[in-house]
Structures are given as structure tokens and as C-alpha cells.
């Protein structure tokens, strides 16, 4: 963290995110959840492990992780808002997902990213070892769809 910034403070508490301030990155800042209605982001909420990242009473970072708590877990939706980037709150964030107790000692933790890959890779994750092993349904204008 660079000198003069302000400690991260993460919480996996519902109840402290800002959700208008999620739905609004993903639906009009990110790259992957563009046009993505505020019940959906709801209901993915309502069904993950979520760590927001906030600076005082002001969240700046979010992350959320799908998983069973067992054997696989799934991250996605990883931002920090634009004026709060190059602080190092990314890692902090990945560092308090990756240190979750409910995360570990899964047998497969995966994420999807265009443009993080030296971030992710200081924590363990690589391209698949066996990507011919793997398959997906992508559908990337679904929320465009949405009537």
C-alpha cells in the first residue's frame, strides 16, 4: 500500500455492502456484467460470499465468490472504483478472499480475467492445466436481453 493511504477495511457482512454502488460498476463501468439488472446483482449477492472493501463508512472494492464450501469456488466481480486503484486494495481484497476460512482446502478455486492476470498469479492461480478438461455456456449479452 502506498504511504499516506488508508487501510482497506473488508467486511463480509450483507449488511455494510452498497449495493446501488455494486450494480451501478457492473452495470455501467465493467466489462463483463454491462446492462446487468439490480435484481440480478441482488440475487447473486443473496447466493455468494461477498467482500466489499471500504474506506471509512465509503466502499471502494468489491469481490464475490461462488462456491460450496467444500470442493470448488468460482470468483468474479473483482473491482476497485477508478479513483482508488493503484493503492493496492486489489490484493488486499484477493488477499482476505484467498485467507477466507470458508475457502479453504477446495480442490478447484477458479476466476475469469482479461487484464489481471500478474494480480491472480501472486496468489497461486494459473491458466488451467488442463483447459481441454473444461467447458462453459457463455452468453455475453444476456443482461441485454433481459426484458
Request: charged letters at 20%.
Amino acid at each position: 500500500m502506498l504511504a499516506g493511504m488508508h487501510q482497506l477495511r473488508i467486511s463480509t457482512a450483507i449488511e455494510d455492502l452498497d449495493v446501488a454502488l455494486i450494480h451501478r460498476f457492473l452495470s455501467e463501468e465493467s466489462a463483463w456484467a454491462r446492462e446487468i439488472p439490480i435484481e440480478t446483482v441482488r440475487t447473486s449477492i443473496r447466493n455468494s460470499l461477498n467482500f466489499g472493501g471500504f474506506l471509512g463508512d465509503s466502499q471502494v472494492a468489491f469481490a464475490r465468490v461462488v462456491s460450496d464450501h467444500a470442493t470448488f469456488a468460482y470468483l468474479v466481480d473483482v473491482f476497485v472504483l477508478k479513483a482508488h486503484r493503484g493503492n493496492g486494495y486489489s490484493a488486499a481484497l484477493v488477499a482476505a478472499v484467498m485467507a477466507h476460512p470458508q475457502l479453504q482446502g477446495l480442490r478447484r478455486f477458479m476466476l475469469a480475467t482479461g487484464d489481471a492476470h500478474g494480480l491472480y498469479a501472486k496468489f497461486g492461480f494459473t491458466p488451467p492445466s488442463r483447459p481441454q478438461t473444461l467447458m462453459e455456456k457463455y452468453v455475453p449479452d444476456v443482461y441485454a436481453r433481459v426484458p
